[in-house]
């Protein structure tokens, strides 16, 4: 629904300012030309997107998403002190931050799914917890430590070294979800006082 | 630095699926599928929104509005020709997708514009749709303030980003 209301007004905008600037004639050639140069990024996406995703599918059966798990664990119990205690829900929750660093994305949603499930099964009610608010905030602020389709787009743009953006992306992606988890933290206890 | 990451972690994955037996050729073969499936899943939405992407910025529309908020947006540090990706970003993976591969191409994909954007979608994720999948899976109604603090993660991120984009 938001969508369709979204792209509307961006073709209301587009009519607007076209005759705003007396550039009416250029509105049907562009989008003839925007919607084959979709065709044309998606063509240069394929071969890198084939890639990434035979990549991810290695590291997934390879079973490298329980070994980051593992590392994780001491992190979490801070974290999640409530989820931790118990087995699935901690499981679930080491599983699904594991899955969005190694850039994970089809097996990191389950296995969020998963853990809002369990964390809501032990909490009761239909109100988010706490704990909740803080998993949806690492799975929001993109943790994600190839960002891959990103460096597929470069690379598909020319870009001499798709992946040179990496340092910056880190220190962002760092950045907000500390911020993000602050935030959750200061919201959080606001609401107990 | 970054040169030999890709063949280094091509190498190290391969490594250790096979020394855990995995059948890493079929695991490449089946993840590939996969990625073209996807590929062919987000097609029809590129095509949508970039038709009203071009028909923006052939009309005018898009230098009106960066020249409108660009003393906002020079407060702040961020490039006013990536507001659009900022304002796309929480509701559509694709949406965003579009518009920053546009800037790309329309800026040049090493000028502080298209590196700008290409962080900005690298360091952030679609959070409405994520909090509404997970919420609404689990049957969470009151999602009290789930909202705010991850738009708070994402504003820093857009603000990081264009940052770190002339520094880094």
């Not at chain 1, 369990?118 to 994600?144: F, K």
């Amino acid at each position: 629904m938001i969508m369709g209301a979204i792209w509307l007004g961006m073709i209301l905008l587009a009519v607007g300012a076209a005759f705003l600037s007396g550039n009416t004639g250029a509105l049907t050639p562009a989008a003839l030309e925007g919607a084959g140069s979709a065709v044309t990024l998606c063509i240069s996406l394929a071969g890198a997107l084939c890639l990434w995703s035979g990549l991810s599918k290695v590291m997934e059966r390879a079973g490298m998403i329980k070994g980051v798990g593992k590392m994780m664990r001491p992190a979490f119990r801070r974290l999640f002190p409530r989820a931790s205690g118990d087995e699935i829900a901690l499981g679930c929750l080491t599983a699904n931050v594991s899955a969005n660093l190694l850039g994970l994305g089809s097996a990191a949603t389950p296995m969020g799914v998963a853990a809002v499930k369990r964390m809501h099964a032990l909490a009761g009610g239909t109100e988010a917890t706490d704990e909740m608010c803080r998993l949806i905030v690492m799975n929001t602020a993109s943790i994600q430590l190839l960002p891959t389709t990103v460096a597929a787009v470069r690379a598909a743009a020319g870009a001499a070294s798709p992946f040179d953006i990496l340092p910056a992306v880190w220190l962002t992606s760092v950045c907000s979800v500390s911020a993000g988890l602050l935030a959750a933290f200061a919201f959080g206890r606001m609401r107990r006082d | 630095m970054t040169d030999l990451l890709i063949p280094a972690l091509m190498i190290g994955i391969a490594v250790i699926a096979l020394a855990k037996k995995q059948d890493v050729y079929a695991a490449l073969t089946d993840g590939g599928l996969e990625g073209l499936k996807l590929l062919l899943s987000i097609a029809p939405a590129l095509v949508i929104l970039l038709t009203a992407v071009h028909m923006l910025r052939a009309s005018g529309a898009i230098d009106l509005l960066t020249r409108w908020l660009a003393p906002l947006s020079s407060f702040l540090g961020i490039p006013a020709e990536t507001l659009p990706l900022m304002l796309l970003r929480p509701f559509s993976g694709s949406a965003a997708l579009a518009v920053g591969a546009e800037l790309m191409t329309v800026h040049g994909v090493d000028s502080l514009i298209g590196r700008t954007a290409a962080i900005m979608l690298g360091s952030t994720e679609t959070t409405f749709y994520t909090i509404s999948v997970y919420f609404g899976a689990a049957g969470i109604k009151k999602t009290r303030y789930a909202v705010p603090a991850a738009l708070i993660a994402d504003l820093t991120g857009f603000l990081t980003a264009s940052l770190t984009a002339k520094i880094l």
